[in-house]
């Protein structure tokens, strides 16, 4: 059954960076809005592509991939519903750092740079929201950074495992949101390192491991193998 068709301002103003602002606020920025339908595996963009503006996830997930010669093609990051992706390079005006592409069937709608800045030109009120908004994200990449120079591949992948999980005591199940070998890289862990831990922390009865699916019989054991407890 196909979905839906709803009008971009309604579109806008049910996602996080938009909500609460004034309706002639959303009148403004519609005027810069394109929707953006993407297949499975379909690219959004490519590394070095130029920056028109930004784009905001309606439903589906993109991943971020990154390529460099010393490592690679890793995933860098994963955009759902609700998250933006793309101002940072909007605002300094340079080509795509990273490439993006769509894991799932999405809908994403791309906000032109010149509409955006314009906005921020006259409305404090949506300047502070974008502001919060590239912090958060700075702030997100900084404890990234942190938890990868420190710790063991395994304390590594606890402290990912105990991410998703949001903190909550007794057993969960957690799915990857990407192949193994893409969470790997995110890591900064080889696929045979990542195997090797997956493996160790199965036979250690911490989780138990279905594809993507990782069962956690018990988080407090978990963080105590992590010494977190």
Known sequence: MPRREIAPEVLLASLPLFKELEVVTLRRLVEGVTRRSLKRGQALFRKGDPVTGMYVVVY??????????????????????????????????????????AVSDALLLHLSKDVVFA??????????????????????????????????????????????????????VI????AKGAIASQLNLTP???????H????????????????????????AAAGRR
Do not use: W
């Open 60 to 101: 589906g997930e993109i991943h971020l991939i990154a390529s460099t010669p010393a490592r690679g093609v890793r995933l860098s990051g994963i955009v759902g519903p609700g998250q933006s992706l793309g101002e940072p390079v909007m605002f300094l005006e340079r080509p795509a750092l990273v490439g993006a592409e």
């Open 119 to 172: 906005e921020l030109e006259h409305n404090p009120k949506f300047a502070r929201r974008m502001i919060a908004g590239l912090s958060k994200r700075i702030q997100s990449l900084v404890r990234e950074l942190d938890r990868q120079a420190i710790g063991s591949g395994t304390e590594r992948f606890i402290a990912y495992l105990l991410r998703h999980n949001g903190g909550k005591p007794g057993p969960c």
């Open 175 to 178: 799915t990857l949101p990407a």
């Open 192 to 198: 045979e390192h990542f195997s090797r831990i997956l």
């Open 200 to 223: 160790e922390l199965a036979d250690s009865g911490l989780v138990q491991v279905s594809g993507r699916k990782i069962t956690v019989p018990e988080v407090a054991r978990l963080e």
